[in-house]
């Protein structure tokens, strides 16, 4: 005879199965021989469609249309028969949703949603200007994924109508919070190509976010179109782990080193960024500043390779943004071609490797076995720092003690 015990546990076994959600399928397809079965259409049918944990399948196709994302869903873009590009490209963008901002993927207050293996194209946007911003996929509030797609398009119609450096405007993905919101957030975002945007192809800003950046391939054009640029943008809070990722932006060209450094380009951003972010193993090259770090702690900036810099430096700090950058270890990095060895090296006290800014709250730092090759000075560090051994190839000075020099650095002359 079963005891009440068993049969209690049998009804709440019973019970706990039949509540079970088992997610759903739903495939979006055009009325072609590619996709035969697709029930839906239009990607935004199936999501209004969809239950919280289903996937959306999306065959290859062009999608005229923007997508809001409030409940947890997957869209993922399919191959059939040796095609594999799914464009999601509307024809006038709006503000969709009544959102503030414009997106082609916008992901609102919800978390687990996985985008992937998408084009995603936010060139026909009506945006000018810093006031609405502008992305091809906008986390906000919201935790999920993107990875494997193809991101761009996030220009506006007038590139000199948001000049402001932070946060200006023209993102590839945009993750942050609205007013009053801390998360915890956390979006991770793998193997993506990110191009064609104005401001960053990443920016991640807000406390509560965090943005696992891995393997994405980023290309800018630099300071030549008159407006800053960068590739990785962390700030206010967020806390980056950017890892394994290839940047590149563009050079000064005909530009007069003052003028180059007014509208720089950069790799990564750390600006006033969350406690613990990594920068590590990324390759980043062509850009004014290969790693731009501005207010953290506790940061770890290991094993990047940074080549092709002119204007700035390898790896510039200050802690003008938060009023510190401290605790923190930038160890293990490999620097070559530093700018010209010449005037503009020692007037505007650039050109190094790693070059850290007096006076602006750096301190407790470790600097470790770095390799600079080709550059006005390997390490240029403030006492309050920590330098130990590295190797410094064909720089004109090895280190230098950036306290002493609080207007120019000295001469760049040959000895």
């Not at 609405?132 to 990875?147: D, E, P, R, T, W």
Request: with cysteine; aromatic share 6%; net charge negative.
């Amino acid at each position: 005879m079963l005891s009440q015990h068993s049969i209690r546990s049998g009804l709440l076994f019973l019970v706990a199965w039949c509540n079970v959600s088992h997610a759903a399928t739903l495939t979006v397809g055009k009325s072609n021989a590619l996709c035969p079965s697709a029930k839906y259409d239009t990607i935004g049918a199936a999501v209004t469609a969809a239950a919280p944990g289903d996937e959306i399948d999306i065959c290859p196709a062009l999608y005229p249309e923007q997508v809001v994302i409030s409940k947890p869903v997957t869209l993922r873009g399919l191959g059939a028969n040796g095609t594999q590009r799914v464009l999601l490209q509307p024809s006038a963008m709006t503000n969709a949703g009544n959102l503030p901002s414009q997106a082609v993927i916008s992901v609102v207050n919800t978390v687990d949603v996985t985008i992937e293996g998408l084009a995603i194209d936010a060139g026909n946007n009506t945006v000018s200007g810093c006031t609405v911003s502008l992305a091809g996929i906008h986390f906000s509030n919201s935790s999920g994924k993107v990875a494997s797609n193809a991101i761009f398009g996030a220009q506006l119609k007038d590139p000199q109508s948001c000049t402001t450096l932070f946060p200006g405007n023209g993102f590839g993905v945009q993750v942050d919070t609205t007013s009053g919101q801390t998360g915890p957030f956390s979006v991770s975002i793998d193997r993506n190509s990110i191009h064609d945007f104005n401001r960053n192809a990443i920016l991640a800003v807000g406390s509560g976010v965090t943005a696992e950046i891995r393997g994405n391939t980023i290309s800018g054009v630099g300071p030549s179109t008159g407006y800053n640029q960068f590739g990785v943008f962390i700030a206010n809070g967020a806390v980056g782990r950017i890892t394994g990722n290839m940047i590149s932006q563009g050079n000064c060209g005909n530009l007069a080193s003052r003028d180059c450094i007014n509208l720089r380009s950069e790799g990564v951003v750390l600006r006033a960024a969350g406690d613990g972010s990594v920068v590590d193993s990324n390759f980043i090259s062509t850009v004014q500043s290969g790693i731009f770090l501005n207010g953290a702690n506790n940061a770890q900036i290991t094993n990047n390779v940074i080549m092709n810099v002119d204007a700035l430096d390898g790896i510039d700090i200050q802690g003008s943004a938060s009023g510190f950058f401290t605790n923190s270890v930038i160890a293990g990095n490999s620097i070559s071609h530093v700018g010209a060895v010449n005037a503009d090296a020692s007037n505007n006290e650039t050109g190094c490797g790693i070059n850290e800014a007096s006076g602006t709250g750096v301190a407790q730092n470790i600097i470790l076995n770095n390799n600079v090759n080709d550059a006005y000075c390997g390490v240029a560090s403030v006492g309050a720092d920590q330098v130990f051994s590295g190797v410094y190839l064909n720089t004109l000075y090895a280190t230098l003690n950036a306290d002493l020099y609080p207007n120019t650095y000295p001469p760049a002359a040959e000895p």
